[in-house]
């Protein structure tokens, strides 16, 4: 009950914040006076349901954020029940941190050779592998389990920093459809696919523990109750990351051609107006 009370009062003081930044900001770059024709919200959204590159996108985004929050919230339980070693909790979140300072300087290279769909795939492929691995065989040694988890996520840290270059690719391609620059339009509303994960995922979490048979009060849980929550706290990362491959490889049609096309007809089409 107090932590339901502590999130109401968070939504609010969140609300509040984001109200006062649209409010009190202040736009400094005037864009010039165009002859061109506004659009509308509607025409967006409704540009946007035909927007291939952008619906694989918003699709893959929800999922692995649902899949990253959970198996954040089961990892907790996963070291307190499981392998009864919280100590193991602590070194596996700097060893997120780690993970995360490792793959940024990599991401610019390796996505600027093989192209950005080409590599992220292959990294969450690797990343699927990982934690398939990881349910297939089970350790009871929490610092093996961190290890391995470290190269699990590995894959995942590079496509989820990836992201937003993703969409600066569905904004071109939004452009090359309709002719129309909607860079403001096509990141609000993926930002707000992504809320929309971030609340779901925060429900699925109490659902999952309670598939699990978790009992809340229990001074401890029974062996079959743990193996439940370590065998979901493995096997959805690994699933989610394979959905996430198989929409970015067979679902995403923004190949590293595709791109270098839509952007070289742009320009071509901004040098005609010029």
């Not at 190949?255 to 070289?264: F, G, H, L, P, S």
């Not at 089409?269 to 010029?274: A, L, Q, S």
Request: a positive charge; proline letters at 3%; one cysteine or more.
């Amino acid at each position: 009950n107090r932590f339901f009370i502590v999130a109401v009062i968070m939504a609010v003081l969140a609300m509040i914040c984001y109200t006062l930044c649209y409010k009190l900001s202040t736009e400094r770059v005037k864009v010039a006076t165009s002859s061109e024709k506004k659009g509308s919200l509607l025409a967006s959204l409704k540009g946007l349901t035909k927007n291939k590159p952008f619906l694989s996108i918003v699709i893959a985004s929800l999922v692995l954020i649902i899949a990253m929050l959970l198996s954040g919230s089961l990892n907790t339980y996963l070291y307190k029940d499981y392998f009864q070693n919280t100590k193991a909790l602590s070194l596996a979140g700097f060893v997120t941190i780690l993970n995360v300072v490792m793959v940024a300087p990599a991401i610019a290279p390796i996505s600027k050779k093989f192209g950005k769909k080409e590599s992220a795939s292959v990294a969450l492929f690797l990343s699927a592998a990982a934690y398939f691995l990881l349910y297939l065989i089970p350790t009871h040694n929490a610092y093996l389990f961190v290890a391995l988890s470290f190269i699990g996520n590995l894959g995942f840290n590079f496509f989820n920093f990836m992201l937003w270059a993703f969409v600066t690719d569905v904004i071109d391609y939004q452009e090359y459809r309709t002719e129309m620059r909607e860079d403001g339009t096509v990141y609000s509303i993926y930002s707000f696919a992504r809320k929309i994960g971030q609340a779901l995922a925060g429900v699925v979490g109490g659902v999952a523990l309670q598939a699990a048979g978790y009992v809340a009060k229990a001074p401890q849980q029974t062996a079959e109750v743990s193996m439940n929550i370590r065998n979901l706290a493995t096997l959805i990362p690994a699933v989610a990351y394979l959905v996430v491959f198989l929409i970015l490889a067979f679902g995403y049609p923004m190949t590293k051609e595709a791109i270098t096309e839509v952007q070289a007809e742009l320009e071509r089409r901004r040098m005609g107006k010029n």
